[in-house]
């Protein structure tokens, strides 16, 4: 892949709607739930989300004549009172081009909370991921190490563990990845006892020694499940209005 860099500016954020990203200022305040990459629109819950950074890059086939494509990711952050709520990132095609066979395998993990593979093949893989996790905002990539940078700077809080949704679809000469990180304490749940991926009460190994946490994660995997009809419909579709509804019982 060949990367560029995009680093976050912290002047105070114009405001945005319907926006496409790649034009778009990093800063900038996203309000009406609609997100724009290349031709496609792609939904997000209502609200005020920042848009903290972006990222351009390539996937190119060494070992082949297809084409590949360019890339846009966009991460996006919504808080509540000085609280973070959720966060979003979307990593999509600019345009289409004739590649016929993609060669990530999303569908691979499997200690997961859930997982379906929707009947995907090897070449157009589908899947919808759910998972806790309890490092959401580190990463090994140094664009989004503007993540934890707005979080310190804007002083908001990160609660010990998050719920992920993740949804990729690929198709012919194009795909889109999304990616949902909630706040469950924002929901009335407790902060797990530990910070510890595999010793976290929210591990599936563990999540029916509490019920409430159980019950909830039941409400999260079925907010989850409208995810690959919403998305799939934003690549293949003209369809309009889509809406991604809000999370589930998250306080505004």
């Known amino acids: 892949m060949n990367f560029s860099l995009c680093i976050f500016s912290f002047a105070l954020p114009p405001l945005a709607s319907g926006v496409e990203l ?66 979003v990132k979307i990593e999509a095609t600019v345009s289409s081009t004739s590649t016929h ?39 090994s990539n140094t664009w989004l ?32 990845k999304v990616r949902f990180w909630i706040n469950p304490e924002l929901a009335g749940q407790t902060a797990s006892k530990s910070a510890s991926w595999i010793k976290s009460d929210w591990h599936k190994d563990r999540l029916e020694k509490d019920t409430n946490k159980q019950l909830y994660m039941e409400k999260f995997i079925a907010w989850s499940k409208q ?6 419909k934003s690549l293949t579709s003209d369809e309009r209005p889509l809406v991604v509804p809000d999370f589930p019982d998250l306080a505004n």
Do not use: M
């Open 22 to 87: 790649n034009a778009t200022e990093v800063g900038t305040i996203v309000k009406d739930g609609i997100v724009q990459i290349g031709s496609h629109q792609y939904p997000i819950p209502a609200g005020d989300w920042v848009l903290v950074a972006k990222h351009k890059s390539a996937v190119r086939f060494t070992h082949s004549f297809q084409p590949g494509a360019d890339i846009l990711t966009a991460y996006l952050i919504n808080t509540n009172d000085k609280q973070f709520r959720a966060s």
């Open 101 to 139: 066979s993609w060669t990530p395998e999303p569908c691979k993990r499997d200690d997961l909370i859930f997982k379906d593979t929707l009947k995907s093949s090897y070449d157009y893989p589908e899947c919808l991921l759910i998972n806790h996790n309890t490092n959401a905002f580190a990463s």
């Open 145 to 176: 190490n503007a993540v934890p940078l707005w979080l310190e700077n804007n002083q908001i809080k990160t609660p010990v563990t998050t719920l992920l949704a993740q949804y990729d679809k690929y198709q012919y000469g194009e795909f889109v």
């Open 227 to 232: 995810l690959p009809s919403i998305y799939k």
